[in-house]
């Protein structure tokens, strides 16, 4: 089946370069899941997208994160990501001016170069959109940013009202290739998808086969419910990374998001 069939609304309405390039990958790999590689070493980053890249369409990363990072062994390690068919996508969350955002997808990590998406607030407005495009044209690529509309942590500050002003203002960006919802709780997430309309992708983090509390605040919700409320993607990190059997369970998730995107058509 096409991508246009599999996706319908969303795919006539989202006609962004990435977002297509996104709704195809998944198809192929029969997959929505972004595997949040939070990894501190380049092996450890290696180690698991050998085993996992198979059962992703993304892969998210905190660059930042990394101890031993070095511009050759980051390459390498991209190249390697987009030999396995996957979006690099990096959870920066970008805040500032347009023209510093700009400038930030550049310096050391020089995040234009391999990132097919990033995340912003939009904090500080609208121009932080035209900025991070600007990033990407810099260098002749095509790029999607996803802003948050809201988040997964307990305690956030992005109350419905600044949910509401981040989707009106985002739905009419051409730059915008979707949100950030929070994969914790389905209900929240139907709301903000009737919101959002059929266009923009929404992404989710906040998910787990184990629902309930994780971490310092983080909280879960089941894959499965993410997606038949409004999710195109759910983001998976300890779920995958922490378990015994990453590859078994990348499947898994894999498995039940792709027919829980086969359901909700
Ligand atoms: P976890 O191990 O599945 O909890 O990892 C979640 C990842 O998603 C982690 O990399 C966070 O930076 C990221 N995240 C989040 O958890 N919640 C949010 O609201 C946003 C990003 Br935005």
Redesign the pocket.
């Known amino acids: 089946m096409q991508a246009s069939e599999i996706w319908g609304e969303r795919w006539i309405n989202n006609a962004l370069p990435m977002a297509r390039t996104y709704m195809e990958v998944a198809c192929r790999k029969q997959s929505l899941v972004c595997l949040?590689a939070?990894r501190k070493t380049m092996a450890g980053l290696n180690e698991l997208l050998d085993q996992v890249g198979p059962y992703l369409a993304a892969l998210?990363t905190?660059v930042d994160l990394i101890d031993d990072w070095s511009v050759e062994s980051w390459e390498a390690f991209c190249t390697k990501a987009k030999s396995m068919d996957l979006l690099i996508f990096e959870?920066r969350?970008f805040a500032d001016i347009g023209k510093i955002s700009r400038d930030q997808m550049s310096g050391v990590y020089n995040i234009r170069q391999w990132a097919d998406l990033v995340?912003a607030h939009l904090i500080s407005g609208q121009d932080i959109v035209d900025g991070l495009q600007a990033g990407w044209n810099d260098v002749g690529r095509n790029g999607g940013v996803l802003l948050?509309a809201q988040?997964?942590?307990r305690g956030n500050l992005l109350s419905p009202d600044y949910t509401d002003t981040v989707v009106k203002t985002g739905s009419i960006h051409d730059g915008v290739f979707g949100f950030?919802g929070?994969g914790s709780k389905p209900d929240d997430l139907k709301i903000l998808r009737e919101k959002v309309g059929q266009g923009k992708l929404i992404w989710t983090?906040?998910?787990?086969i184990a629902i309930g509390d994780?971490e310092m605040g983080?909280r879960y919700g089941a894959p499965d419910e993410a997606i038949r409320a409004g999710s195109d993607c759910i983001?998976?990190?300890?779920?995958i990374h922490k378990s015994e059997d990453p590859a078994k369970s990348a499947k898994s998730y894999a498995e039940i998001s792709w027919k829980a995107l086969l359901d909700r058509r």
């Open positions: 949040a939070d998210k905190h959870d969350k995340t948050l988040m997964s942590s950030i929070n983090p906040g998910v787990n994780g983080q983001i998976v990190g300890s779920g």
